[in-house]
Antibody, heavy 118, light 106 residues
């Protein structure tokens, strides 16, 4: 059974870079999209971007090029970097597996809360 | 940019049918998914590709998508169905989520 687990700092200072890692266990990452979705406190879901196994990336244009998603195939992990953070980036961050051909995000991590504050 | 519109809240009595809509310009031409999110938990897909139920999702959940409106229908609503529900579509190289609908079971 595939499982995803987010890890990273729960507190980031303004203007710094938020970095999170998603560890995938139970299956290979081949053939799927691997994405990041965030949820501001009490709000809805926002897709940030995803990476297809092999390195092709797709990002939400509203994040103004602050997002970078990368992969470490040797560790079966993928990562999120969000630069120049502000308090508006305080949210729960989820990693998730996306099915090919515009499929849904069928497996999600439990989510990790990140607070941006000095 | 493309906008998905969901009612903020829907209320239904146990045993009745709940309908949650997701509106968008010609949304029927897009592939759409529905998620359920219980408090403190990650979302779970309950309907994929407009009307398909993933394994483990009760038959009480069904979906349709035509014209400018997609609908998630939950029959014989149970207390455990109380949650937030989100629709999702792909548009212009971007995954979009609706604002979410809070389903309250009276």
């Amino acid at each position: 059974q595939v499982q995803l687990q987010e890890s990273g700092p729960g507190l980031v200072k303004p203007s710094q870079t938020l970095s999170l890692t998603c560890s995938v266990s139970g299956d290979s990452r081949v053939g799927y999209y691997w994405g990041w979705i965030r949820q501001h406190p009490g709000k809805g879901l926002e897709w940030m971007g995803y990476i297809y196994y092999g390195g092709s990336t797709y990002y939400n244009p509203s994040l103004n090029s602050r997002v970078t998603i990368s992969e470490d195939t040797s560790k079966n992990q993928f990562s999120l970097n969000l630069s120049s953070v502000t308090a508006a980036d305080t949210a729960v961050y989820y990693c998730a597996r996306g099915l090919p051909t515009f499929g849904p995000f069928d497996i999600w991590g439990q989510g990790t809360m990140v607070t941006v504050s000095s | 940019s493309y906008v998905l519109t969901q009612p903020p809240s829907v209320s239904v009595a146990p045993g009745k049918t709940a309908s949650i809509t997701c509106g968008g310009n010609n949304i029927g031409s897009k592939t759409l998914h529905w998620y359920q999110q219980r408090p403190g938990q990650a979302p779970v897909v309950v309907i994929s590709y407009d009307k398909d139920r993933p394994s483990g999702i009760p038959e009480r959940f069904s979906g349709s998508n035509s014209g400018n409106t997609a609908t998630l229908t939950i029959s014989r609503v149970e207390a455990g169905d109380e949650a937030d529900y989100y629709c999702q579509v792909w548009d212009s190289s971007n995954w979009l989520f609706g604002g979410g609908t809070k389903l309250t079971v009276l």
